[in-house]
């Protein structure tokens, strides 16, 4: 009797984990971004038939952030789980937030690949700014001092041997208030991304003077990192997770499928399709690469420029900060 005891005993004890388990709730996601269609973060998931996990074994909860450097802030205090960064703030999250742990898993997008979209900085096309030199003396706009638009105008300028502070001065200011800026002569450059430099240049009164290739060649823009404790103790989930973040990006960048994910992105941002359907999701675009997978080789080169700038003490080895097991396991299921 003992026997049965004891074998009835471990019955009950596996039915009980099995309901558990399936009672489990799934594991909700929050991850950051800042702007979109450049962080596809809030519409990747918009088409659920897409998906094979979803609402499974983990959800989503997009957060938006004024850009990738409040992020780490959210990162570092846990009320962030995945967050979207830049190279300019990788650097910054491990030297000044002393986040040794942070791990890249997926890629966003990157800046001038082959034939594909590199950011622009414009001026006035009746202006007197011809060349680079011509912007000694003059007022340089970026979004975000520091930011990867930032960079660029500083590394330009350093190229025609023009330094922040004694040569010029750069101030910020939000992307749509840009090129108000700039007709007013409130500035003599702005640093524009789509849709606002596709906007400017229809308006036929600007010209680029240089992109962002010009200036660091190509450039990994932006990311998607987690903290490698919250990736150890989530991991089946995130795979679940990367498997249908590619499965979502393929349907996205598709030619096929254009029309259909500009609507979503029309809807979601309440901007008309015709501002996106020229260059969304085209060679007019920033690359995505189709498994999601960083440009490690660009964004070490990234860092290094930024060290030059003075924005970081020391140069960063990017291969420790990054995990791609996620993406490798999950590309292993769509094959």
């Known amino acids: 009797m003992s026997r049965h005891f004891a ?82 703030s990788l650097g910054a999250a491990v030297e000044n937030a002393g986040m040794e742990d942070l791990r890249i898993i997926g890629d966003g997008f990157q800046d001038g690949v082959a034939d594909y979209y590199t950011s622009e900085y414009l001026v006035l096309k009746d202006g007197p700014i011809r060349a680079v030199e011509d912007l000694k003396g003059k007022i340089l706009v970026s979004n975000a001092i520091g930011g990867a638009v930032d960079m660029g105008i500083r590394q330009m300028l350093r190229l025609h041997h023009l330094e922040d502070r004694h040569d010029y001065s750069i101030i910020e200011a939000n992307f749509p208030t840009m090129l108000p800026m700039l007709e007013e002569h409130k500035a003599d450059l702005i640093g524009s991304v789509p849709p606002f430099a596709n906007i400017a240049k229809a308006r036929g009164d600007v010209r680029v003077l240089f992109t962002l290739k010009d200036a660091f060649g190509t450039t990994d823009m932006i990311f998607q990192v987690a903290r490698q404790s919250f990736i150890a103790k989530n991991r089946a989930a995130l795979v679940d997770f990367s498997e249908d973040w590619l499965r979502a990006l393929t349907w996205y960048i598709d030619p ?22 020229p260059w969304l999701f085209t ?39 990054a995990d791609l097991s996620l993406l490798d396991d999950a590309a292993k299921r769509l094959h």
């Open 256 to 277: 096929a499928n254009h029309d259909a994910a500009v609507r979503i992105v029309s809807d979601y941002t309440k901007l008309k399709p015709a501002v996106f359907a």
């Open 283 to 321: 060679k007019n675009d920033y690359y995505r690469d189709p498994m999601a997978r960083p440009n490690l080789l660009a964004l070490q080169q990234n860092i290094a420029t930024q060290q030059k700038l003075g924005f970081l003490k020391r140069d960063m080895d990017v291969q420790k900060y």
């Open 7 to 88: 074998y009835g005993a471990v019955l009950a004890a596996l039915w009980l984990f099995a309901c558990a388990a399936s009672s489990a709730e799934p594991l909700k996601i929050r991850a950051g971004w800042a702007n979109t269609p450049a962080a596809l973060t809030p519409i990747i998931f918009a088409d659920k038939d897409l998906l094979k996990h979803y609402g499974l074994s983990y959800t989503l909860e997009p957060l938006r952030f004024a850009g990738t450097s409040p992020q780490i802030t959210a990162l570092a205090a846990g009320d962030l789980d995945v967050a979207t960064l830049a190279y300019s």
